[in-house]
Nanobody
Framework: QVQLVESGGGLVQAGGSLRLSCAAS????MGWFRQAPGQEREFVAG????????DYGGSVKGRFTISRNSAKNTVYLQMNNLKPEDTAVYYC???????????????????WGQGTQVTVSS
């Protein structure tokens, strides 16, 4: 059973930074998604199982960085220059079937964390 535990959300002013963590029960290809009220779940960032391939959603490119510590089975999302439109519940997700790619579709990920709220005030 794959388990994902997120942490690091909170309230921050626009222009500030937060780092989200996702501790997994093993080593998987990982992604971060977010969902704001009334909106569809949106791909934020993804990282391959080995960490050598990353991808980002267009609205966060250049501001967010995904990384992983394989020894700790933990994936991080460093979020800089946060904007009010980044406000959402952020979810980490895992794909246990393939390791060497990054995909952006939520349906490609079999396991999901409980979500952590990020609120950016203007």
């Amino acid at each position: 059973q794959v388990q994902l535990v997120e942490s690091g959300g909170g309230l921050v002013q626009a222009g500030g930074s937060l780092r989200l963590s996702c501790a997994a029960s093993g080593r998987y290809r990982m992604g971060w998604f977010r969902q704001a009220p009334g909106q569809e779940r949106e791909f934020v960032a993804g990282i391959s199982g080995g960490g050598g391939i990353t991808d980002y959603g267009g609205s966060v490119k250049g501001r967010f960085t995904i990384s992983r510590n394989s020894a700790k089975n933990t994936v991080y999302l460093q979020m800089n220059n946060l904007k009010p439109e980044d406000t959402a519940v952020y979810y980490c997700a895992a794909n246990s079937r393939t390791m060497g790619v990054v995909t952006t579709a939520a349906g490609d990920y079999q396991y999901w964390g409980q979500g952590t709220q990020v609120t950016v005030s203007s």
